[in-house]
Structures are given as structure tokens and as C-alpha cells.
């Protein structure tokens, strides 16, 4: 009888430290694949930073070995000055002629792209005409009053055939003095480009960024006159994942791309943004080039 119970208590101690030694395994390598995983912190606004808390709670994150946090930090600037800062790893708001501009103004300070994302259209509204053609003599433009976007909504207005800009014409710095014909005799008005869609019917036209138009009830494919076209006159206009210089080729932060463009995440862009953001992969480093 002893001997009998002295067996069953053997066997017993035997399935419980085999128990134990799995558990202990499957423990090890749980925390060795969290230990695996990187953090990275995306600074971004609006329905950029919808985007990336999408990603981020996604599979595909997950499979990729990304823990990936999104800081919400409201203005552009505070976004790039984030980055250079070291506040966040990597910054997805801007388009390639915004950092052209950033980098301009803050010498010291030099960001730079690493991945396209997408282009948005920057469209001209009008609550007062509905073409280009009927358009009036006087006519008061609103322009976005930042560097980037004052050239963009230039040059946009430029491809509608209203105004010449001159040879010269910086994508990333021209201002309205650089317009050299203007038939119609337009009146420039810089406003804060937040404010598009609510001064519509103050002005005669206003040049509106896609991410503010669509914000405010907009839809460039819907309620444009006229809107830029994806080409090689817009590519200062594609967006882009923006990091510090010493980290441009940075393996983790490359991996941001490939979550981007995945089918899963285009499908997630055209549901919530009306097909109103245009997905774009191409080389980064001869289009920086090309645009600076």
C-alpha cells in the first residue's frame, strides 16, 4: 500500500515539473518575442494619425514586430520640431514641399523623407462660381498662408490656366509676388488654411488642401472646380514618413512603408477617406532630389 502511494506521488511531483517546464518555456519565448518587438512613436495629426492607430492595432504591426505608439501633436511645425527633438521616432503629415519649406526655415534643424505615402489633391472651391471659365474680373483668391501651400495653391492655380508664374517659380518658397500674368486681375488673400471650408463665402475662391477640405465636409473628386492631377508638375505635393537624418536608413522605421501600402490599409483609406487619398510608392531618394 505504501509502496503503491509512494508511485502515485512520484508520478504526481514527474506531470507537475513537466507542466511547469512548458509553462516555463512558453513563458521564455513570450517574452523573448515582446523583447523582439520595437517601439516605434509616430507623431502625426488628423486622419493621418486615424491612419496609423489603425496600423498600429493591426495584425499586420504585429507580424512585422512593431509595437508602434502614435503621438498627436497638433500644427506642422510642432510636428517636425517633435521629430527633431527626438519626441517621436518619425512624423507622417507632409508633403514633400512642406519639409522643402521646413528645412529651408530651420537650417539647423534638416529632416528627411524616408517612404511616399500618398497624394491628396489640393482643390479650388467656390461657393460663387461653378468653372474656371466663369470666374470674374477681381475675384478674391484665398491662399493657405504657409510656404508650401501658398506655392502649391499657386501653382494650382497656374495648371487652371487663371494665372503665369515666373521661371523661377520655387515649389517650396514662391509667393504671389512671383506671379508675372494674371488676366483676371485676382486679389491674393492669405488666411490660416484651416480655414478654407468655412470662408468659402467670403472670397471668390479658395485654394484648399485635401485633409482640410475633406475635415470640413469637402470632397476634392466632388466639390473642386479644379484639382491638381497626379504628375510630374505635383510631386513636391506627394506625402511623406519624415525622420531625423541619422536615422533615414533605419531597418524598424523602414517597415512603416510595407505596413503603409499593404492591400489591408488601402482598403481601410479608400472606406474612411472617400478615395480622396491617391496611394504612391516610388523611390524616395531620387525624388527628394529632385524636388529640393
Not at 225 to 251: A, G, Y
Request: contains cysteine.
Amino acid at each position: 500500500m505504501k509502496k503503491r502511494l509512494f508511485g502515485i506521488i512520484v508520478l504526481g511531483a514527474v506531470v507537475l515539473l513537466a507542466a511547469c517546464g512548458k509553462q516555463t518555456k512558453e513563458d521564455t519565448a513570450e517574452g523573448a518575442a515582446a523583447e523582439k518587438k520595437s517601439n516605434i512613436v509616430i507623431g502625426s495629426v488628423g486622419g493621418d494619425a486615424e491612419i496609423w492607430k489603425f496600423i498600429a492595432a493591426s495584425d499586420l504591426a504585429e507580424e512585422a514586430g512593431l509595437e508602434i505608439e502614435v503621438k498627436v501633436i497638433d500644427g506642422g511645425p510642432l510636428l517636425n520640431t517633435a521629430t527633431v527633438e527626438k519626441q517621436v521616432d518619425v512624423n507622417a503629415f507632409q508633403s514633400l514641399g512642406y519639409l522643402v519649406s521646413f528645412n529651408h526655415d530651420s537650417p539647423d534643424e534638416k529632416l528627411v523623407p524616408i517612404a511616399t505615402t500618398y497624394i491628396e489633391p489640393m482643390g479650388i472651391y467656390s461657393d460663387k462660381f461653378k468653372s474656371i471659365d466663369e470666374i470674374e474680373d477681381g475675384a478674391i483668391v484665398a491662399v493657405a498662408d504657409n510656404p508650401a501651400n501658398t506655392a502649391r495653391g499657386l501653382r494650382l492655380l497656374e495648371a487652371s490656366g487663371l494665372i503665369k508664374l515666373a521661371e523661377d517659380f520655387d515649389n517650396g518658397t514662391g509667393t504671389p509676388s512671383d506671379v508675372i500674368e494674371n488676366p483676371k486681375n485676382l486679389e491674393f488673400k492669405l488666411i490660416d488654411d484651416t480655414t478654407g471650408p468655412r470662408i468659402l463665402q467670403d472670397v471668390g475662391l479658395a485654394l484648399i488642401s485635401n485633409t482640410v477640405a475633406f475635415e470640413g465636409g469637402l470632397n476634392v473628386l466632388e466639390d473642386a472646380i479644379f484639382k491638381e492631377e497626379v504628375d510630374d508638375n505635383t510631386k513636391s505635393s506627394i506625402n511623406v514618413l519624415v525622420t531625423r537624418e541619422d536615422r533615414q536608413d533605419d531597418q524598424e522605421l523602414q517597415k512603416l512603408a510595407a505596413l503603409f501600402h499593404s492591400e489591408e490599409v488601402k482598403d481601410y483609406i479608400k472606406e474612411n477617406f472617400g478615395g480622396t487619398k491617391i496611394d504612391v510608392q516610388e523611390d524616395i531618394r531620387p525624388l527628394w532630389e529632385a524636388v529640393q
